[in-house]
Structure formats: structure tokens, C-alpha cells
């Protein structure tokens, strides 16, 4: 096997300025670029809060997806916008046969709980 090459470069931290040495097994090419990998691996408060962030945006994306289409999938995303940065307590609405609720909790952990009305009647 041969010597792999490794590049070393040192990212700045967006959120604190701590620098990060970073070592990668690609040329990584701009700052902006060294900078977002140091966020990733800092562990300072603001980007372990940022981390989170994005992997609850993920997991949001995901749980959407599963559940509505893409235009009903925007609209509930807004609406989990609003309730996140706390413009409203608690968000309520009925989508066709699903009752949709979406809440912050006192551990600010946020709840999309989509109930699906169980009465089935056909009428003919
Ligand atoms: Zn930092």
C-alpha cells in the first residue's frame, strides 16, 4: 500500500475562533470550507448547539417526508419555524383526515404529532 497523503490546514471555529488543525486526506480548497469542518468537531457550546440543530432538521425532514407530500411537507416546516423560535406557543390544524399539533416542551424539545381521525364510514 502506499503512503497516503495527508493535507493539514487549520479552520477556524465560526462560533468561538478556536482553531482546529485539520487533517484530511483531500485538499480541502477555502477557508469557508475549513472553517464549517472545525465548526463540526468544536466543542464549544454554540456549535454543539448547532450540530443539534441540524440533526433535528434532518430528523424532521425525514419524519415529514413520511408523512405528507412535498407542498403540505413546506408548509408544516413553517409552521415548526414559527413554534421553534417561539412566535407561538403551540400550533393546531386539521389536514384533511389528520389532526396536526406541533409544541415546544418545557425541555425544549419539539413535538409534530400528526393523529389520524380513526372513524372510517363509508356512505353510498
Ligand atoms: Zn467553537
Not at 418545557?106 to 356512505?123: N, P, R, T
Request: proline share 2%; hydrophobic share 30%; charged share 35%.
Amino acid at each position: 500500500m502506499e503512503n497516503e497523503k495527508e493535507f493539514e490546514a487549520q479552520g477556524f471555529c465560526p462560533y468561538c475562533g478556536q482553531g482546529v488543525m485539520i487533517k484530511t486526506s483531500y485538499p480541502v480548497e477555502t477557508q469557508e470550507e475549513l472553517d464549517q469542518i472545525a465548526a463540526d468537531r468544536c466543542g464549544c457550546q454554540k456549535a454543539s448547539e448547532e450540530r443539534r440543530k441540524r440533526s433535528r432538521r434532518e430528523k424532521i425532514e425525514n419524519y415529514l417526508k413520511k408523512h405528507f407530500d412535498e407542498n403540505m411537507g413546506d408548509f408544516i416546516k413553517e409552521t415548526i419555524e414559527l413554534v421553534q423560535s417561539y412566535d407561538i406557543d403551540r400550533a393546531a390544524f386539521t389536514l384533511g383526515a389528520r389532526n396536526v399539533s406541533i409544541w415546544m416542551d418545557a425541555d425544549a424539545y419539539l413535538h409534530v404529532k400528526i393523529k389520524h381521525k380513526s372513524d372510517d364510514e363509508l356512505k353510498v
